[in-house]
């Protein structure tokens, strides 16, 4: 690809990727309503740690289930719930999930990039 | 609705990889006969507002959060493969760099909510829609309705996958050893927040981005 068909391509979806951009930045919403609203994680994404807390609140047996610990423990992702250590709370934690929303936004980029052209390569572009 | 790792046991997750990798072939295919390589920064448009949408976490006061996945709505743009590539996508970056979803579970969560979102999503907006101009009512209306029922089919999906668990694996104690929540329990707790909120959630982000587009790029959206 020539630069000058990325510039095409940049004025034809540049108010998309400004959209994109725009909600990038407003993401913390999605920290901060939650908080106000006191409402916790999703239902069933608990860490090993939480669930037998809500197995109690089910009214079930409270234990942590083995193969559920053992197969929890398998990836230590590297920048857990999109917080950055010691920036888990108030300001620094938007500040995180913002920085998160760009790096994620960023690979999710990259790969679709690369994914797209290897697919969509061979029908040349019009 | 992001499955973590260990919630489901090796049948489950074992299973749902052999049932996504046919559905990820299928949409390569797609997007090599559909698109140009002018419209890939489409698919990475599509990917990009999956993953910042779902960061969006809509509480329940004093309870449970949720999102949007967007599925439906990307795929009125780029068609129902390159909407499930773009999904898969976020999902995959989310589960591995931010741990949201697990890596076991990757392809239960993309089973689950792009073949939902994207392809039986897409399918009712598809019935709907039919062939009025982009322009219509008609299009938003069957977005709407797509989304929602999109949404709802993989948050039943996914409730149906945690309940089943403890039924398929059980410890010599007899205790569950993955999700130890019966599905008298995962499918009324997942499915009344999906079809109360997040699944509204859903239809009304696609609606509203929808509405933009047609007022202002109508070309983007497939005929």
């Not at chain 1, 993401?27 to 999703?42: T, V, Y």
């Not at chain 2, 949409?27 to 698109?35: D, F, R, V, W």
């Not at chain 2, 019966?182 to 509405?211: D, N, Q, R, Y």
Request: with cysteine; aromatic share 10%; hydrophobic share 50%.
């Amino acid at each position: 690809m020539t630069n000058s068909k990325f510039k095409i391509q940049d004025l034809k979806f540049r108010k998309l990727w400004i959209g994109i951009g725009i909600l990038i930045l407003l993401a913390p919403i999605g920290l901060i309503l939650p908080e106000l609203l006191k409402a916790g994680g999703a239902w069933g994404e608990w860490g090993a740690d939480e669930i037998a807390e809500w197995m109690k609140k089910e009214g079930l047996e409270d234990y942590i289930p083995e193969g559920l610990k053992r197969l929890s423990e398998i990836w230590s992702a590297p920048i857990p719930d999109y917080a950055f250590s010691g920036w888990d709370k108030g300001l620094k934690s938007y500040i995180g999930y913002i920085f998160s929303g760009i790096i994620g936004t960023a690979l999710v980029i990259g790969v679709s990039m690369l994914i797209g052209k290897i697919f969509a390569g061979e029908n040349g572009n019009s | 609705m992001h499955i973590p790792d260990g919630y489901l046991g090796p049948i489950t997750y074992g299973s749902l990889w052999v049932a996504i990798a046919p559905i990820w072939f299928y949409a390569s295919k797609k997007i090599k006969e559909t698109m140009k390589a002018s419209q890939v920064p489409l698919l990475a448009l599509g990917s990009a507002f999956s993953f910042v949408i779902m960061m969006f976490n809509v509480p329940i006061p004093g309870g449970t959060t949720g999102h949007a996945t967007g599925a439906t709505l990307i795929a009125i743009f780029t068609g129902p493969g390159a909407a499930i590539m773009a999904v898969s996508i976020a999902l995959i970056i989310q589960a591995i760099i931010f741990g949201d979803g697990g890596i076991t579970a990757i392809g239960a969560n993309c089973f689950n909510i792009g073949v939902a979102g994207a392809l039986v999503g897409y399918g009712i907006y598809r019935l709907i829609a039919g062939k009025s101009d982009v322009k219509s009512r008609k299009r938003v209306i069957g977005a709407g309705i797509g989304a929602y029922i999109g949404i709802n089919l993989a948050a039943l999906l996914t409730a149906f996958q945690l309940g089943i668990q403890t039924v398929l694996h059980v410890g010599a104690d007899g205790r569950p050893l993955y999700s130890p929540f019966p599905l008298s329990i995962t499918i009324p707790a997942i499915m009344l927040e999906h079809i109360f909120l997040f699944g509204i959630v859903e239809a009304l982000v696609t609606v509203l981005v929808l509405l933009y587009i047609q007022k202002s790029q109508p070309e983007l959206i497939r005929g």
